[in-house]
Antibody
């Protein structure tokens, strides 16, 4: 069974940093691209960042460029999102999602981790 | 950026009725359109890929159609468990974008 478990969310002040993690199981992690997608409270889904299976290709939404950095460790079956210079508008549930194509179709999603940016 | 516009934003439908949700793209995306279901307090779940391809384990009452700029998600006979938000998503070009969502309520 495919499982994706996110962690690392929390309450942070504007300008602060957080590192989200996602641990995968139930599939060959190194064969798949991985993604972060977020959902602000009461709002829709927004793609944030994607990384190819071997980390060669990385894509970021404009809202993430220069502030967020996606990475992965295939040996640890783990995906990461380093978030710096956080803003109130980054407040959201952050989902880790497996990709069929890089930055494309997401076939499995984790349960999400909540990030709140507030003074 | 490709904009996806769903209609309606909200729909209240009785069980066993047919439901149709549409998604219109601001430019042609071929068949690179996918549908997700998100039940309250749950993460999204893939329902349909590439406009019309079914997903193993998804009930057969869910189907998709369309190509180019106009797409449709159809639920042939609504069940109570289908109460959820539904989102379309395009993977034709970066950034991948989602529709604003359609909230489906069961009467």
């Amino acid at each position: 069974e495919v499982q994706l478990v996110e962690s690392g969310g929390g309450l942070v002040k504007p300008g602060g940093s957080l590192r989200l993690s996602c641990i995968a199981s139930g599939f060959t992690f190194s064969n798949y691209s991985m993604n972060w997608v977020r959902q602000a409270p009461g709002k829709g889904l927004e793609w944030v960042s994607s990384i190819s299976s071997g980390s060669r290709f990385i894509y970021n939404a404009d809202s993430a460029k220069g502030r967020f950095s996606i990475s992965r460790d295939n040996a640890k079956k783990s995906l990461y999102l380093q978030m710096n210079s956080l803003r109130a508008e980054d407040t959201a549930v952050y989902y880790c999602a497996r990709g069929i194509v890089v930055a494309g179709l997401f076939d499995y999603w984790g349960q999400g981790t909540v990030v709140t940016v507030s003074p | 950026e490709i904009v996806l516009t769903q209609s309606p934003d909200f729909q209240s439908v009785a069980p066993k009725e047919k439901v149709t949700i549409t998604c219109r793209a601001s430019q042609s995306i071929g068949s690179s359109l996918h549908w997700y279901q998100q039940k309250p307090d749950q993460s999204p779940k893939l329902l349909i890929k590439y406009a019309s391809q079914s997903i193993p384990g998804v009930p057969s009452r869910f189907s998709g159609s369309g190509s180019g700029t106009d797409f449709t998600l159809t639920i042939s006979s609504l069940e109570a468990e289908d109460a959820a938000a539904y989102y379309c998503h395009q993977s034709r070009s970066l950034p991948g974008t989602f529709g604003q969502g359609t909230k489906l309520e069961i009467k």
